[in-house]
């Protein structure tokens, strides 16, 4: 114990501040995406070391094996993933860092604000069973709004993709 | 004990006779690494048993003998290719990205060893018997796509980071038929643990066991799983992200030594995890095929019928074509994912037409023929625009 942190508390979360910070200052744009996963890879372990072990998994599964790889696909398929030319900071440095700050105080004051007023309260003990139980009665009508969202989202990536009408299919054929 | 229950639970008593040495305080944690230091050992045994028998098989279907030069009948090859790709020089191409390049095989491996920890492997031998086993599991395994990319990527080669893309792109498509067909299996049993998924599968109706693949939806399930499992693992007829005559050998072609052992190793491991799960999702995990067959030690069953698998796998890899890119993709998402997404709901009527007074074997039925119906009209449908015949030839005729 120091400060009063457990050891694996302090290592997680030294690794996770340092893939972010990575993830802001390193210059080469797939080194930034990949300590991006060092970062989520260290918030499911924080969630891990919480019992959480439902959001953990569903952390890994969902952030290192489908929102990572989608960044890194970005990337690649947008401009070129090798060190950019222009060095430097952005002109508008001062102005993100008012935002990022005022963001950051802002979502502090909330976390602050809803801390129960005795920290030293039993975890409760969650199972995946109780999460599924919960999501199919109290929570159903936000998950399945969260899935017309998703499909409305598919829809559209499909409509984006789509080659527009037969004209210039035929005119951009292989023949 | 009775010497049969001793023999099945052998390993577990060898756990707590070597445990029994250490200090009380201590005993939590050796017992974990011992549990380690089994898979660690098992698997990558396994590993180099597979590779002659996978290059003897594969030898037989095409009329060649395969190895027989290093130790009796070549058995020890593995041995002479282990001392090899230790001693071959570790080259790292100039332009690489030597971090990333030096990362990806080692977070491979590791991300592959750890799906192991929650494979119930026989009675009460399992690592860590976690509420969540099967999302651990699929977390994992989804991360090993990471690695792949950064294994392709940094080694600056057009071959690689062509091999890396095509095995992301396959192994994102067939991870959602992967997921979707196991949760038929979640949906019967009301457990994501790997334990209690077997658990649910133990026992006979007369001598004959009560596997899920037994079961109209757990043989579509399973059917979908071992295909999806197929091209999770880039084995043949998945396996153009490595396909020899187009990419060299995919995202690994820069790499040379003990790394590509890793690759190499990690491929396999990847393909023993997978077979390991389809064993424990519909073939009864470490259950016996028959109830008079029980005398035979649990982790036995399950190690005869991984080598069943590995021989199926071997098996098709000497028998099918490679897919191309575009049938790849039109058969996951087009035939794959209707066809897990109509399983989901023929395991939900089984489940309750059970209850009512339909059950028993009239339930058989309607999902049967729902299932079938389904696969006929859906292969019907799309083969209609294929225009599968003699291939023509443009330029060769």
New interface residues.
């Given amino acids: 114990m120091i400060f009063g942190f457990s050891i694996l508390f302090l290592l997680t979360a030294v690794v996770t501040v340092a893939g972010a910070l990575a993830a802001a200052l390193l210059k080469n744009l797939v080194h930034c995406a990949l300590s991006l996963t060092v970062t989520f890879a260290g918030l499911a372990l924080l969630y891990l070391e919480l019992g959480a072990q439902f959001i953990g998994f569903a952390q890994i599964l969902v952030y290192i094996g489908a929102v990572a790889i989608l960044v890194v696909f970005a990337i690649l398929l947008t401009r070129g993933a090798g060190v950019p030319e222009y060095r430097g900071y952005s002109s508008s440095w001062f102005f993100g860092l008012v935002i990022a700050a005022a963001t950051f105080a802002l979502l502090a004051w909330a976390v602050v604000k809803s801390l129960p007023a005795s920290l030293v309260s039993a975890t409760p003990a969650v199972s995946v069973q109780s999460i599924g139980t919960a999501l199919m009665s109290s929570y159903v009508l936000p998950l399945e709004i969260v899935a017309v969202l998703l499909t409305v989202a598919l829809i559209g990536a499909v409509i984006v993709a789509m080659p527009e009408g037969k004209a210039s299919s035929e005119k951009g054929g292989p023949q | 004990m009775s010497f049969v229950a001793k023999l099945d639970q052998i390993f577990v008593l060898l756990q707590h006779w070597i445990a029994g040495f250490f200090p009380l305080w201590l005993q939590p944690l050796v017992m974990i690494v011992l549990g380690v230091i089994a898979i660690v050992a098992a698997f990558p045994g396994i590993f180099a048993l597979t590779t002659v028998l996978e290059r003897k098989g594969l030898g037989r279907i095409q009329n060649r003998l395969g190895p027989n030069r290093v130790g009796p009948l070549g058995i020890l090859q593995p041995v002479a290719d282990g001392i090899k790709s230790l001693t071959k020089e570790d080259i790292v191409p100039l332009s690489a ?1 030597a971090i ?1 390049h030096f990362l990806a095989p080692l977070v491979l491996v590791v991300a592959v060893f750890l799906g192991f920890a929650v494979l119930p492997i026989g009675r009460n031998m399992v690592l860590v018997n ?3 086993g099967l ?2 599991f ?6 090993t ?2 690695s792949i ?2 294994a392709g ?1 940094s080694s600056r080669n057009k071959y690689s ?1 062509l091999g890396a ?1 095509r095995a ?1 792109a396959q192994m ?1 498509s067939y ?1 959602v038929p992967l997921l979707l067909s196991s949760v038929v299996v979640v949906m019967i049993t ?3 643990s790997t334990v209690k998924i077997v658990e649910a599968q133990s026992g006979f109706t007369g001598f004959l066991p009560h596997w899920y693949v037994f079961t109209p939806w757990g043989f579509a399930g399973f059917a979908l799983f071992v295909v999806a499992a197929l091209a999770e693992t880039n084995r043949s007829p998945f396996d153009l992200p490595e396909g020899e005559s187009e990419l060299v050998a995919g995202y690994f072609t820069e790499y040379s030594g003990f790394k590509f052992a890793l690759f190499f190793l990690g491929e396999y491991l990847g393909m023993f995890s997978i077979a390991g799960f389809a064993i424990t999702l519909f073939l009864g995990g470490w259950g016996a095929p028959f109830s008079f067959l029980e005398f035979v030690p649990s982790w036995a069953w399950f190690f005869l019928k991984l080598l069943g698998a590995i021989a199926f796998f071997i098996w098709l890899r000497g028998t099918m074509p490679r897919l191309r890119q575009d049938q790849l993709m039109n058969f996951a998402w087009k035939f794959m994912l209707p066809m897990a997404l109509l399983n989901l709901v023929v395991a939900g009527a089984w489940r309750f037409l059970g209850e009512g007074p339909l059950g028993g074997w009239v339930r058989w039925i309607i999902c049967s023929l729902v299932l079938l119906t389904a696969y006929v009209l859906l292969g019907r449908v799309l083969m209609r625009n294929q225009n599968l015949g003699p291939r023509s030839y443009r330029y060769a005729d």
């Fill in positions: 990205d990333v976690l509420d969540a999302l651990f699929f977390a994992i395994g989804a991360s796509e990471l990319f950064m990527w980071l893309m992301v994102i991870e009301g457990s994501l």
